[in-house]
């Protein structure tokens, strides 16, 4: 059985920082591709970050590129995302995504097989 699990989501102020923690279990992480996603109330959920199965290739949305970081231990089954100069509209929960094989190959159009339960950010002072 595979499963997602997120912490380290919270309540902080405009321009602070959060690290978000996704563990894996039931898969080699290592032959996945990962994102983080996010979902704000009454909105789509949407892909902000996301790493190849090699760590090799990120992506980021617009929205996030310069203040989010996606990086991946394989040998922890563990993805992170350093979430930094938060601003209020980053406010939504934030889940994991694991892209099992056959991996996409445009990590923009993942469609993760296994999810989370989410964390939720909120930032607001």
């Known amino acids: 059985q595979v499963q997602l699990v997120e912490s380290g989501g919270g309540l902080v102020q405009p321009g602070d920082s959060l690290k978000l923690t996704c563990v894996i279990s039931?898969?080699?992480?290592?032959?996945?591709?990962m994102g983080w996603f996010r979902q704000a109330p009454g909105k789509e959920r949407e892909l902000v970050a996301g790493i190849s199965w090699s760590g090799g290739v990120t992506y980021y949305a617009d929205s996030v590129k310069g203040r989010f970081t996606i990086s991946r231990v394989n040998l922890k089954n563990t993805v992170y995302l350093q979430m930094n100069s938060l601003k209020p509209e980053d406010t939504a929960v934030y889940y994991c995504?694991?892209?099992?094989?056959?991996?996409?190959?445009?990590?923009?159009?993942?469609?993760?097989?296994?999810w989370g339960q989410g964390t939720q950010v909120t930032v607001s002072s």
């Open positions: 039931g898969i080699a992480l290592r032959t996945c591709g």
């Open positions: 995504g694991a892209d099992s094989p056959p991996v996409t190959i445009d990590i923009r159009n993942m469609n993760p097989d296994y």
